[in-house]
């Protein structure tokens, strides 16, 4: 047994509970839970529930690239921490509130005895606790996104936006999730959003994610003119005022692009593996939180093997970006031969805005780090120079 006390309390708690307090693990009080707290009580990634039902929930998420042979590795891993860590001070956490989130949201749901896996993840800008709740026998019922600051308070309220729109396309080729309810709980809103699945799940390849990104460009009509004109101009000119290195791009790009032709069509934001899982009748894509209208052709495709290369594969910005520039005519064919670079510098500019908006929310080192790498891949292309 850990001898040296439990670490500092975590933000997290007063999120999930009113008045909430740390109680002994093996208290007879009425109406305290607990969990199991990974890493540990003090910096929160995962909120276990100390329930057998949560270690089947566990084997239950869905991602492009979880097999059923690792969700069952990862649900035994779960059930081992829960065991495992009974016995850490660091680790275990017994807490009782007035309210919770959870039981709020349970019974708005219909369900009152559910519970959550709740998935807060490291420290960055847009953190935001996502509940997996699910009821006794592991079913997961909703997913439930939780905002408690400025930065995800606006995300939130823009994937509200972006699935009340998604919701009156007439068959866009792919499913996007359902609104079950919507909230507020002390200073937090939250939103419920249904589980969606496929009948038949398979690995897509480079072609089958290419095909679904245009379908979600297909979403908003395609709009083709001059640079200078474009709405997604306007829009990331107000949303870079601020920067200062990101303004000092878009203005760079803008100039130099401005009597250019430009294509525009909706796009995801954040198109990446572990945010649809492919399958039959049709694919599903969830976190639509960064869904734009009016953006550069292609970004979504340009967007999901730049994250695959850095986050997956461990290249650096640099390396990733250099290959992409010289698969254009492969990642790009719908525009224009002489536009295909123009829609990937457009693409690094406002990814690079992106995370300048979110450092000055809550910087960190990663995000310090992207900065400078997008802006030195901006100075080697000419942008900035």
């Known amino acids: 047994m850990d001898d040296h006390g439990p670490p500092p309390r975590s933000w997290l708690l007063d999120v999930l509970w009113l008045d909430a307090v740390i109680v ?12 199991i707290a990974v890493p540990d009580v003090g910096s929160v990634g995962q909120l276990l529930p100390w329930r057998p039902s949560s270690v089947i929930a566990s084997t239950r998420r869905v991602s492009d690239d979880r097999a059923s042979a690792i969700r069952v590795r ?43 896996i709740v998935i807060s993840g490291p420290p960055r800008a847009n953190q935001k ?12 019922i909703a997913y439930v996104k939780v905002a408690w600051n400025g930065l995800t308070q606006r995300l939130l309220s823009h994937e509200r936006r972006a699935l009340e729109t998604l919701a009156t396309r007439e068959d ?37 994610i290419d095909r679904l990104a245009s379908a979600v460009e297909r979403t908003a009509p395609t709009w083709r003119g001059p640079t200078s004109e474009a709405v997604f101009l306007t829009e990331l000119r107000a949303q870079s ?26 796009s ?7 945010n649809m899982l492919s399958g039959y009748p049709r694919a599903a894509v969830w976190d639509w939180e960064r869904y734009s209208l009016a953006e550069p052709l292609g970004v979504d495709r340009l967007h999901y093997r730049f994250q695959v290369g850095v986050q997956r594969k461990r290249r650096s910005a640099a390396e990733v970006l250099t290959s992409l520039d010289s698969e254009l005519d492969t990642v790009l064919p719908d525009v224009a031969r002489d536009r295909r670079g123009s829609h990937l510098d457009w ?17 960190t080192p990663g ?17 900035l120079a």
């Open 172 to 208: 866009c080729g792919f499913v996007v999730p359902r609104i079950l309810a919507t909230g507020s709980f002390a200073s937090v809103t939250w939103l419920a959003i249904g589980p969606i699945t496929v009948a038949r799940r398979h690995r897509a390849d480079l072609h089958a």
């Open 74 to 116: 990862d649900g035994a891993a779960v059930a081992g921490v829960l065991v495992a860590s009974t016995w850490s001070r660091r680790r275990r956490l017994s807490v009782h509130g007035t309210a919770s989130l959870i039981g709020q949201v349970g019974d708005r749901l219909g369900v009152p005895d559910a519970t959550g």
């Open 367 to 383: 995000l310090r780090d992207r900065i400078a790498h997008l802006t030195a891949v901006l100075n080697q292309r000419g942008v």
């Open 268 to 274: 995801h934001g954040d198109f990446v593996p572990w």
């Open 241 to 266: 005022a601020s920067l200062e290195v990101g303004r000092c791009a878009v203005e760079a790009l803008a100039a130099r692009e401005a009597d250019r032709p430009i294509s525009l069509g909706a």
């Open 347 to 363: 693409y690094i500019v406002s990814l690079l805005c992106r995370y300048e908006r979110d450092s000055l929310e809550q910087g």
């Open 24 to 35: 002994p693990w093996w208290t007879t009080r009425s109406g305290a839970e607990r969990y």
């Open 129 to 140: 606790p996502v509940i997996q709740l699910h009821d006794r026998a592991g079913r997961t």
